[in-house]
């Protein structure tokens, strides 16, 4: 009777651990109404900006320690730094991973989706993603603070969650077998090869391109203040879940899902999207592009390369035209 019992209990385990592979709450994207309500339960905010804009305004009694993208990875390959310098960052910065943490950064900014990522990566099981973030804050009329909040240190241990991601092995075995939907959430020309932005360009095969800004209202809205178009980004409001539904609606949630952008951030804002239109089994390939395109074993649909020569000779052109433009700037300063 006891080995049956024990045969069980680690069957459940393995139930339990294929179901939840993205270890994610099914309603962690926040209103802030909602973001407000944590705030009274004692939830610890989690300001995923660079520090100028933290003293700029943030949330009342949100904590920061830089750019999230720029503090955790490797600029290079755009890859975690080790755990324990992450350990020790979110220890004394008393980012408690045991407790309800609440990230935001811009409205729509992919960032805080790695954030609540990264949190949930390391062990976290109560994170949550405030998507209008500082921008629905300040359009609610709500209070604005502009010092710098601290909490007491903590003394957690970070382990990392391997279910949740994809690695560059795992995913030409799933290409192999052929038994994951994927989804290209990188714009239509990366897709396509003609924006190359690893040694090659073009997409994993077999891939569906969803566009990560197709989950908001209006996808176009980071071109259009690009090119002062609109004067807010209220147009980065995430769709209703109905529309959200439709998206989504060739897929199915019951199936193993994989996302993939260029280094695993666009990518972990539609994977929570996804979690929390109920798919059960979504993961992120952490390497994403520059894992698969920087591969030359690995098969490439819509295959391009990358021009080295050509692109030397524009920087040497844009690189002429400064040397003029000082030059001229020279001349008319003396």
């Known amino acids: 009777m006891l080995a049956f019992l024990k045969k069980y209990l680690v069957l459940l385990a393995l139930v339990l ?3 939840n592979t993205f270890a994610q709450k099914n309603d962690a994207i926040l209103s802030t109404d909602q973001v407000q309500k944590a705030i009274e339960r004692g939830a610890i905010l989690w300001d995923v900006r660079d520090e100028k804009s933290y003293l700029r305004g943030h ?8 750019e999230v993208g720029q503090t955790l990875r490797d600029p290079n390959k755009e890859d975690y730094i080790p755990i324990e310098q992450i350990q020790k960052l979110f220890n ?8 309800e943490i609440v990230v935001y950064g ?3 900014n992919p960032y805080a989706y790695f954030g609540m990522y990264t949190i949930n990566y390391f062990g976290g099981k109560q994170a949550e993603i405030y998507h209008d973030g500082i921008d629905g804050w300040k359009s609610a009329g709500l209070s604005i603070s502009t010092e710098h909040q601290t909490l007491a240190p903590v003394a957690i241990t970070l382990k990392e969650q391997p279910q949740m991601n994809v690695t560059n092995a795992e995913m030409q075995k799933l290409i192999q077998a052929g038994r994951a939907q994927i989804i290209d959430a ?3 020309d990366e897709y396509a090869g003609k924006d190359i932005r690893a ?4 997409h994993i095969p077999n891939a569906i391109n969803i566009p990560f800004e197709d989950n908001w209202q209006e996808p176009e809205t980071a071109m259009k203040l690009s090119k002062k178009q609109v004067s807010d980004n209220a147009g980065m409001a995430l769709k209703s879940t109905v529309d959200l539904k439709k998206l989504y609606s060739k897929l199915d949630p019951d199936k193993e899902t994989v996302v993939y952008c260029q280094s695993g951030v666009r990518a972990a804002e539609t994977a929570v999207v996804l979690k929390n239109l ?5 993961k992120v390939y952490d390497s994403s592009w520059l894992g698969w395109g920087n591969n030359l074993q690995a098969p490439v649909a819509e295959e391009t390369f990358l021009n080295v020569g050509a692109l030397n000779a524009k920087i040497a052109a844009l690189q002429g035209k400064i040397t003029q433009l000082e030059e001229a700037l020279k001349t008319k300063n003396n």
């Open 17 to 19: 651990l294929s179901v």
């Open 59 to 66: 949330i009342p009694g949100a904590i920061n320690f830089g």
């Open 92 to 99: 004394a910065a008393g980012l408690d991973i045991s407790r």
């Open 106 to 108: 811009g409205r729509g």
């Open 186 to 188: 990188r714009t239509p």
């Open 199 to 202: 040694i090659r360009g073009g």
């Open 278 to 282: 109920g798919f059960k089994k979504v």
